[in-house]
């Protein structure tokens, strides 16, 4: 009987966990963040998926749906509005979701490419998941 040796498949680099978090989400932590609650439970999970951003296992989306729910707080320069967006920079890094009508450009210049065989593309989609962009 011949004895098994384990192979090892050369590593990739571990993908960061998409995460889309709700307007609603934002706002919580930025009124708790406010109220100076470092025990509520939406700054400890602030601080948590912080971290996971930081290194790099987390990736955060917005939409530019954010931005114009940005808007209900009334005055785009209170205490509530410049903490929210604090917050979305600090967990977004500018990672967003891309406009539709730029998705459909480019889910129609793929299907064009694959038609004509060609791997060029004028507008950088190669993946399904190209709608999450950066801005």
């Avoid at 951003?53 to 320069?77: C, I, M, Q, W």
């Amino acid at each position: 009987m011949t004895e098994a040796t384990p192979t090892t498949e050369p590593s990739r680099p571990k993908r960061p966990v998409r995460v889309y978090l709700d307007q609603k989400d934002f706002g919580r932590i930025a009124n708790a963040l406010l109220r100076g609650d470092q025990s509520s439970p939406d700054i400890i999970a602030y601080n948590q998926l912080k971290r996971c951003v930081d290194t790099d296992e987390v990736r955060v989306y917005f939409s530019f749906v954010h931005v114009v729910e940005a808007l209900r707080f009334g005055n785009p320069r209170s205490e509530v509005a410049a903490a929210y967006c604090e917050i979305i920079d600090a967990l977004t890094k500018g990672h967003c979701i891309r406009f539709p009508p730029h998705l459909q450009r480019a889910e129609l210049n793929l299907a064009l490419a694959e038609l004509t065989g060609s791997h060029r593309t004028t507008l950088e989609i190669h993946t399904p998941m190209a709608c999450m962009g950066r801005r």
